[in-house]
C-alpha cells in the first residue's frame, strides 16, 4: 500500500515538473506571419496630351515622349504600344511619339517584369492651324483688341481662343509647336511717326496667362515672322527711323534670338517719308543657310544667306515668298491684272530656289488684288494653307488648305467667322 501511494504522487506531480519549463512546452509557439511581397505597379509619369499633326523631332530630338515609372522590381522596363498605330506611333523602348493623322489614341506602357501590370493615359492628335482675325476698326474702338489669336482645326472643329490678354498680329508657330511668335502695336497718334512694335512669344499650353518672352522695340513696326527651323531666332521684316537722315526710314529683315535677346537688321534700305514699301514676308530654308523674302517697291524675291551676306535678287514678281519643307520649292503669290475682265487675277505659283521654273498651282479666280496671302505649310510638308477675302464683298477671310502641288483647294468649314480679315496665320 504505501508502495502505491508513492507511485500515484509520481504520476500526479511528473506533468507538473515538466511544465514547469523542464521538458518543453504542451502549446506550439505560433509561425510568425510572412510580409506580403509588393505587387509590380506602373505609373506613367509624364505624356503631353495634345500632339500636332507631323510634328516628330526638333534637331534630332523627339518633340513629343512619354515616360513610365516601374514599382516593386528591380526591372523597370516598359513597352510602350498605341491603339491606332495610324493616327500615332509610339516606340515601344524610348517612348517618343509620331503624330499622324486626327483622333483620340490610348497610348499604354506595360512593365517588363510582370505583363499583367501596365498603365495608359488618352492622346488627342490634333491638326490645328493659327489664325490670328482682325477686329474690323479696332483702333477707333476703346477695349477692341485688333487681332485675336485662335486655334483651329483644318475640318472646321474645336475652335479656340489661345490667347485672351494680348493682340497678336502675324502670328508664327515654333518648329516644336510649343511657342507662337506674334507682334502688338500701340494705338497710332500720329501718322508721321512710328509707334513700335511689342513683339512676344506665347505659350500653346492652353494657358491664356501670355507670353513667356517679350521685347518693345521702340521705335520700330515689325511684320511677319518666322522661325529658324532649330528654334533659335525669329526673322521678321520691319521698318525705323533712318538715324542717319531723321526725314528717310530704314525698312528690312531682323532676326532676334528666341528669347527675344540680340535684334540684328540684315537687310537695310532707306526711302524719303513715312509711307514706305516694307519688304514682304521672310522665311528660311529648311536647313537654316538661307532666308528669302520680297521687297514691295520691285515685287522681286530675294535669296540671302542667313547672315544678310550674298543677297541674290530673282528674276521673278513674288509676294509671301516660303520654301517648301524639303527646300526643293519656294512658293509665293502672283497677281496680275486681266484686261479683258478688267480685274486682279491672283494665284500661288512655285518655282526653284534659283527662279527658273516656275508655275501656277492654285488659281481658284478669286479676282481680288491681295486675296490670296499668308502661304503657311503643314509640319509634314504636305499641304498649304493661305487665306482669302472678298475685299469688294467686304466678307470674312477664309482659310483654305490644297495638296502642297495645288491639288485639292478647299475652305476649312468656318474657318471665316470670327472677324473680317486675317492677321496671318501659322501652322
Given amino acids: 500500500m504505501k508502495r502505491d501511494f508513492f507511485a500515484l504522487s509520481a504520476l500526479i506531480f511528473l506533468p507538473l515538473l515538466a511544465g514547469c519549463g523542464g521538458g518543453g512546452s504542451s502549446t506550439p509557439t505560433p509561425a510568425p506571419t510572412p510580409t506580403p511581397t509588393p505587387g509590380v505597379t506602373v505609373a506613367i509619369t509624364a505624356c503631353p496630351t495634345i500632339l500636332q499633326r507631323g510634328v516628330t523631332v526638333l534637331n534630332g530630338t523627339p518633340v513629343y515622349t512619354c515616360t513610365a515609372s516601374v514599382s516593386n522590381s528591380s526591372n523597370t522596363a516598359v513597352k510602350w504600344s498605341s491603339s491606332s498605330i495610324s493616327s500615332l506611333q509610339v516606340d515601344s523602348t524610348t517612348g517618343a511619339l509620331t503624330p499622324l493623322a486626327r483622333g483620340s489614341v490610348v497610348v499604354t506602357a506595360t512593365s517588363a517584369a510582370d505583363t499583367s501590370k501596365s498603365a495608359s493615359v488618352t492622346i488627342k492628335v490634333a491638326d490645328r492651324l493659327l489664325v490670328s482675325y482682325a477686329e474690323p476698326l479696332a483702333w477707333l474702338n476703346p477695349g477692341v483688341k485688333g487681332a485675336v489669336l485662335f486655334f483651329l482645326e483644318t475640318d472646321g472643329s474645336d475652335s479656340a481662343e489661345l490667347l485672351s490678354t494680348r493682340e497678336c498680329w502675324y502670328p508664327a508657330m515654333s518648329p516644336d509647336h510649343k511657342h507662337v511668335a506674334c507682334g502688338t502695336f500701340?494705338?497710332?497718334?500720329?501718322?508721321?511717326?512710328?509707334?513700335?512694335?511689342?513683339?512676344?512669344?506665347?505659350?500653346?499650353?492652353?494657358?491664356?496667362?501670355?507670353?513667356?518672352?517679350?521685347?518693345?522695340?521702340?521705335?520700330?513696326?515689325?511684320?511677319?515672322?518666322?522661325?529658324?527651323?532649330?528654334?533659335?531666332?525669329?526673322?521678321?521684316?520691319?521698318?525705323?527711323?533712318?538715324?542717319?537722315?531723321?526725314?528717310?526710314?530704314?525698312?528690312?529683315?531682323?532676326?532676334?534670338?528666341?528669347?527675344?535677346?540680340?535684334?540684328?537688321?540684315?537687310?537695310?534700305?532707306?526711302?524719303?517719308?513715312?509711307?514706305?514699301?516694307?519688304?514682304?514676308?521672310?522665311?528660311?530654308?529648311?536647313?537654316?543657310?538661307?532666308?528669302?523674302?520680297?521687297?514691295?517697291?520691285?515685287?522681286?524675291?530675294?535669296?540671302?544667306?542667313?547672315?544678310?551676306?550674298?543677297?541674290?535678287?530673282?528674276?521673278?514678281?513674288a509676294e509671301d515668298p516660303v520654301f517648301t519643307r524639303d527646300g526643293s520649292k519656294i512658293l509665293f503669290v502672283n497677281g496680275s491684272y486681266d484686261s479683258a475682265?478688267?480685274?486682279?487675277?491672283?494665284?500661288?505659283?512655285?518655282?526653284?530656289?534659283?527662279?527658273?521654273?516656275?508655275?501656277?498651282?492654285?488659281?481658284?479666280?478669286?479676282?481680288?488684288?491681295?486675296?490670296?496671302?499668308?502661304?503657311?505649310?503643314?509640319?509634314?510638308?504636305?499641304?498649304?494653307?493661305?487665306?482669302?477675302?472678298?475685299?469688294?464683298?467686304?466678307?470674312?477671310?477664309n482659310v483654305y488648305i490644297a495638296n502642297v502641288d495645288g491639288s485639292g483647294a478647299a475652305a476649312i468649314p468656318g474657318g471665316g467667322s470670327q472677324g473680317h480679315a486675317s492677321a496671318g496665320i501659322g501652322w
Fill in 186 to 317: 500701340a494705338v497710332p497718334t500720329d501718322s508721321t511717326q512710328f509707334q513700335g512694335t511689342e513683339l512676344i512669344v506665347v505659350t500653346t499650353d492652353g494657358t491664356q496667362a501670355g507670353t513667356t518672352a517679350s521685347a518693345p522695340l521702340a521705335n520700330v513696326e515689325t511684320f511677319s515672322y518666322a522661325w529658324s527651323p532649330d528654334g533659335k531666332k525669329i526673322v521678321f521684316v520691319g521698318a525705323r527711323k533712318d538715324p542717319a537722315n531723321s526725314a528717310n526710314t530704314l525698312v528690312g529683315v531682323f532676326t532676334i534670338n528666341a528669347d527675344l535677346s540680340g535684334m540684328t537688321q540684315l537687310t537695310s534700305e532707306s526711302f524719303a517719308g513715312n509711307m514706305i514699301p516694307v519688304p514682304g514676308p521672310a522665311s528660311f530654308s529648311p536647313d537654316g543657310k538661307s532666308i528669302v523674302y520680297n521687297v514691295t517697291y520691285d515685287g522681286h524675291a530675294r535669296i540671302m544667306n542667313a547672315d544678310g551676306s550674298n543677297t541674290v535678287v530673282l528674276p521673278v514678281v
Fill in 341 to 397: 475682265q478688267l480685274r486682279w487675277i491672283c494665284q500661288i505659283e512655285s518655282m526653284n530656289p534659283d527662279g527658273s521654273n516656275v508655275r501656277a498651282i492654285v488659281n481658284p479666280g478669286f479676282g481680288i488684288e491681295e486675296a490670296l496671302d499668308n502661304i503657311t505649310i503643314s509640319p509634314d510638308g504636305q499641304q498649304i494653307a493661305f487665306t482669302y477675302m472678298d475685299v469688294t464683298a467686304v466678307a470674312p477671310s
